[in-house]
């Protein structure tokens, strides 16, 4: 499988506390293909078969990493980049310095 890196990862919550980095097609496949079986539906079968195509050459990889983070919103993991890692997000802490 090729390893396709996304411009940029997608979060997911893995768990209760676990947060998983989404970064490449072959993350997204693994990431789907351990869904349970009975969480699977149409907005699921969309994120992977837009991983497919992205894999396949026929879509741009930048769909198939919408496609699978529009199904993490849609199953209510995504989580915000700026929440789970702030000093990304630019912000001053106590020191004064930004990232």
């Known amino acids: 499988m090729n390893d396709r890196t996304f411009d940029r990862p997608v979060l997911v919550k893995n768990g209760q506390v676990m947060i998983e980095e989404i970064g490449c097609l ?3 496949f693994e990431f789907l293909e351990e869904w349970p ?3 699977r539906g149409p907005i699921y079968d ?3 078969r837009a991983c497919q195509r ?3 050459g026929h879509i741009p990889l930048s769909v198939a990493r919408d496609a699978f983070a529009g199904f993490a919103k849609s199953a209510k ?3 915000d980049v700026s929440a789970a890692m702030p000093w ?5 802490g106590r ?3 930004t990232a």
């Open 77 to 79: 993991i995504l989580e």
């Open 88 to 92: 990304m997000a630019g912000k001053t």
């Open 54 to 56: 992205a894999h396949d």
């Open 26 to 28: 072959a993350d997204a």
């Open 37 to 39: 079986r009975n969480r």
């Open 95 to 97: 020191g004064g310095a």
């Open 46 to 48: 969309t994120a992977f």
